[in-house]
């Protein structure tokens, strides 16, 4: 385990639910993302249910299980945006770059993630790279935001 998430844990350790919400942001902010192994050791350190904690992170999209790119791809899976051709986008996603929800690319750069509704159900499908949010999206427009984000890529 990474010594600062240790010390993290060791002072907060008998905090409970109280402080598991800011626990769980400084963990992230080393480590990128909430693994498995990460949310047992915030189980047994802070004496919480793993699957409390699962239950308590999942309400906040702040939080990913997954790890990230360096552009993380959030895709509506809501009813309205799955209507509207979700679906098509994250198969679109998946033959441009090659991964599936829950994944990241070999080199790092994206990763992918399904999300519940993000409350902009009219301007569905809804992704999201970086904060950015994209509406009415198609499996063409994801195609050209993938490019212009690829270009990002290739300028660094
Ligand atoms: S269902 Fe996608 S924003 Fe509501």
């Not at 008998?14 to 993302?33: H, K, N």
């Not at 939080?63 to 959030?74: D, M, T, Y």
């Not at 790279?129 to 290739?154: C, G, L, P, Q, Y």
Request: with cysteine; hydrophobic share 35%.
């Amino acid at each position: 385990m990474n010594e600062e998430v240790r010390r993290i844990l060791e002072k907060n350790s008998r905090g409970g639910a109280d402080v598991l919400i800011p626990v769980l942001q400084e963990i992230q902010e080393i480590e990128g993302y909430l693994s498995p192994e990460i949310i047992s050791e915030v189980s047994r350190s802070m004496g919480i249910a793993e699957n409390r904690i699962y239950s308590i992170a999942s309400f906040y999209d702040q939080f990913s299980f997954v790890p990230r790119g360096r552009k993380h791809i959030r895709v509506c899976s809501g009813t309205a945006c799955h209507v509207n051709g979700s679906e098509a986008v994250v198969n679109e996603i998946h033959k441009q770059i090659g991964i599936k929800p829950g994944a990241r690319t070999k080199d790092g750069w994206f990763s992918l993630e399904t999300v519940p509704c993000m409350g902009a159900c009219s301007l569905g499908p809804v992704v999201e790279i970086d904060n950015k949010h994209f509406s009415h999206v198609t499996a063409e427009k994801i195609r050209n935001i993938i490019v212009t984000h690829r270009e990002e890529e290739e300028e660094l």
